[in-house]
Structures are given as C-alpha cells and as structure tokens.
C-alpha cells in the first residue's frame, strides 16, 4: 500500500434496473435475475429504457433541467449519485479542488427538424438553397451548443460545483476506458487526490439506434442473453439508456477524509486490436493476462461484452479458455450503454469486492457459478467496434 494507490470512494448508478448501488445489487444478486426490456416502440429491436427518475433530487433547479438533454439530465443526475455517496456533495472546498474525466456522446438530434427537412427534399431540388433555409429558421440558436460532448461536463460543474480540470472524451467504450485509464493515471502520479469520472448513455432516442444499425450491430427480434445472440438475426447488441460515475481518490486523501474505500483500482490496461488479422481473441487474451497478472484466483469478470458478433465471440473464447475466471455478462440485463459501459463494469466489480460476494449467473446455460469471496475482480469492455479495456479491481 502507498499513499498514491487509486481507491474507490464513491459510486453512482442508473440503468433500466433502477438507480443506486443497492437497487442494482439486489436486481443482480436475485436467484434469477430479470431485464427489463421495452420491446414496443422501436420494434423490431429492443431496448433497456430508463426507470422512473425524479431529476429533482440531484439537479434542484427547473431551469438547469430544462436546458438539458436527457442523457446531460441522466450524466449529470448520475454524477450527484457519486459525490453524495463520497460524501463530498456540498463540500465547496472538496468540490473545488475535485477534478473531472468524462466519456460522452454527441448529443441527440432534433427529430422534427430533421424530418422537416427530409420531406421538404423530396419536392425540391435546390437542396443548397432549402438546408440553408432550415439552418436559419428551424433552428434553434442553442441546439448546436446542445450537442457538445462537453456539456455533460460544464453542466456537472454548474450543478455540483465540481470546479476543477476537466476532460471529456468521446469514442463509445473506448471514451469510458480512457477516462478511468486516465483518472487513475492522474492520481497515481500524484497530480490528483480526487477525480469524478463516468459516462452517461441514453438510447431511447431514434439517431442513436441509428447509428448502431447503419453498422448492421443491432439484434432484431425478442431480447436474448447477451452470450446466446450469435446467429441470430442482426448484429447482437440490445442497448440500453445509463449511467455510471465513479469518486476516484488516493489512498491519502481517502484515509485523511474518514471514507469508506469500496475497493482499490489496479491495473488498467487498453488495447486498440487489428480485427481482421485473425488475432483478435489472442489480443484480447492477452489483455486480460496483462491485467489479471497480479490477481488471486479464483476471479469473478463483469464483462461489458456487447452483443456484437465478432467481439463478444473472441471475448467469450478469451474468458472461457482461462478456467479460473467466471464472467457475468451484465448487459444481458441491463443492455449496452456505450460510454457508460466501462465505468459501470468498474461500479459492479467494486460493489461484489465491498460486499465479499459474487454475483449469480446471469446466463445459467453460458456462465459458470463462481464459489468463494471475489478478492479480485476484471471489469472488461471489449468495443462492439473498436477500442479494448480491463481493469482490476481488489479488495482493500
């Protein structure tokens, strides 16, 4: 132990489970644990919606609600879950001096205007001129600004006070494992003591789906387990709208607070594999070796996988060929959530270390039960496209 060992300190959890670390524990603690799918409006894919939220609770001001898109509401609400568990919500010193890495989307698009401007095209031909028109009179002036990634971050500053540096990435998974990567990187050397890092995701919106389905990754039809969708018709994944932000401290700053430590972050490691070469599962093998080389065995994985095809396929094959880790693919129950993913992984493996428990299996006729107390614990996400990230997590 050192005084610059990263910790956890602090966690902040929504998903179509509900929202909070013990909400999400008990759903996926249960004997036989159960998604909650909506697979209605955007038939035929299915997605993992948003629970009930009172946003309230966590942003107080109406108009700061207003101002905001749904996954900034759900980033940002999120966020205050983490600092009050880390007990520096409200701590304008704590606050102040806290730094802030997020992974975040582009933002959603305005449907009616885009519709608008579908149709308009079909009875003219001058689209130049008709584009033009539209960007000045449809627009809204602050629908641009709206789809900054950056603003999740500005609003968290506004909202909790979170004054410090902040970074944003964007880049799906990839965009979750950098900002933990760097997070951690940032207090083990020293030029941090308390970082908020995290992701928001909210897929109940048509141009997201979009995106995923013009690379041919959604699963159509009925919800599957996310191991059991090689096969089947579409792509694989089933996505779904979340959130995860982590209180990254160290070790020092932790023990001088008086704070609960959930459990110490590890290794991080990220990979940026070559798909086509056929050595795509050797390379995320190789990844999981990397991080899991100073790890206890037996070891439990909250694997991120997606769904999609070619990745989850070598992910699985990388997992079940090393006997001694027992995976739980969590997006089965709570879909995939992009940004998000990453951290949430982290979140889940901290929450069975806290609580020297595993987690049953999701999937009975794909994963293996996992005996004994889970010292150490991977969380993987291995990018439905691109970008590759394991940490471990250990007890304290």
């Known amino acids: 132990m050192n005084a610059h060992d ?11 489970l509900g929202e909070g670390s013990d909400a999400h524990w008990s759903k996926l603690t249960a004997e036989r644990p159960e998604p909650v799918v909506d697979d209605g409006r955007y038939s035929p894919y299915v997605v993992h919606p948003l629970p009930e939220i009172d946003w309230g609770l966590q942003i107080a001001k109406r ?11 759900l980033g940002t609400y999120t966020a205050g879950l983490a600092l009050d568990d880390a007990g520096i919500k409200g701590d304008d010193a704590l606050c102040a001096t806290m730094d802030m890495v997020v992974a975040a989307g582009g933002g959603e698009r305005d449907e009616a205007v885009d519709a608008g401007i579908l149709a308009a095209s079909e009875s003219r031909s001058d689209r130049d001129v008709l584009l033009n028109e539209k960007l000045t009179t449809e627009l809204r002036p602050t629908l641009f600004l709206a789809q900054l990634s950056n603003l999740l971050a500005g609003n968290i500053s506004i909202v909790h006070k979170v004054t410090g540096s902040s970074r944003t990435f964007m880049g799906e998974e990839g965009a979750g494992v950098s900002a933990v990567e760097t997070a951690a990187a940032r207090i083990r050397s020293g030029q ?3 970082i908020l890092v995290g992701g928001a995701f909210q897929t109940e919106h048509p141009d997201m789906l979009l995106g995923y389905e013009l690379g041919a990754y959604l699963h159509r039809g009925p919800w599957k387990p996310v191991w059991q969708r090689q096969g089947a018709e579409g792509g694989g994944v089933i996505t779904g709208s979340g959130a995860a932000f982590l209180v990254l401290e160290s070790r020092e700053h932790a023990v001088a607070r008086g704070r609960h430590i959930y459990a110490q972050l590890e290794a991080v490691v990220s990979g940026r ?12 093998a190789r990844l999981i070796d990397k991080a899991a080389a100073r790890a206890d065995r037996p070891l439990l994985a ?10 989850t396929k070598a992910e699985k094959t990388a997992l079940d060929n090393d006997n001694s880790i027992a995976a739980r693919g969590f997006s089965a129950l709570t879909g995939h959530m992009k940004e998000a993913q990453f951290p949430f992984a982290v979140a889940l493996a901290a929450l069975a270390v806290d609580r020297k428990a595993g987690y049953p299996p999701f999937d009975a006729a794909s994963e293996k039960p996992f005996e004994g107390l889970p010292q ?16 471990l997590v250990a007890a304290d």
Not at 6 to 16: A, E, K, R
Not at 302 to 311: E, Q
Not at 376 to 391: D, N, P, Q
């Open 273 to 284: 594999s070559r798909r086509g070469n056929g050595d795509f599962e050797n390379s995320v």
């Open 376 to 391: 150490s614990v991977l969380a993987t996400a291995v990018g439905y496209h691109y970008f590759e990230g394991i940490a």
């Open 6 to 16: 990263v910790v956890i300190t602090g966690i902040g959890l929504v998903s179509s």
């Open 302 to 311: 909250m694997s991120g996988a997606s769904g999609a095809h070619a990745a």
């Open 63 to 73: 108009g700061d609600q207003r101002q905001m898109e749904t996954w900034q509401r």
């Open 192 to 194: 941090a003591t308390h």
